[in-house]
């Protein structure tokens, strides 16, 4: 999978979990106006999840990752 330099990486067990990060990433984020949107976002946020699902059967493994983008100014 492809890996950012300097990214922060978090293991989350529950909703709650992914929630708090979720908030705190969103607070990290700079502001500011424009005369387009009073919110304008002044970075990029780029979220991934990988899950991971293990066949209590065979004990094989499935992986999987979404990635969720919010450019700057959008």
Excluded: W
């Excluded at 990029?44 to 499935?62: D, E, F």
């Amino acid at each position: 999978m492809v890996e950012v330099e300097g990214a922060t990486s978090e293991k989350v067990e529950s909703a709650s979990d992914f929630l708090y990060l979720s908030r705190r990433g969103t607070e990290c984020r700079t502001t500011a106006s424009t005369e387009m949107n009073l919110d304008s976002s002044r970075s990029h946020l780029v979220t991934s999840m990988i899950t991971q699902i293990v066949n209590k059967r065979t004990g094989c493994k499935t992986l999987g990752k979404l990635t969720l983008v919010a450019l700057a100014g959008s």
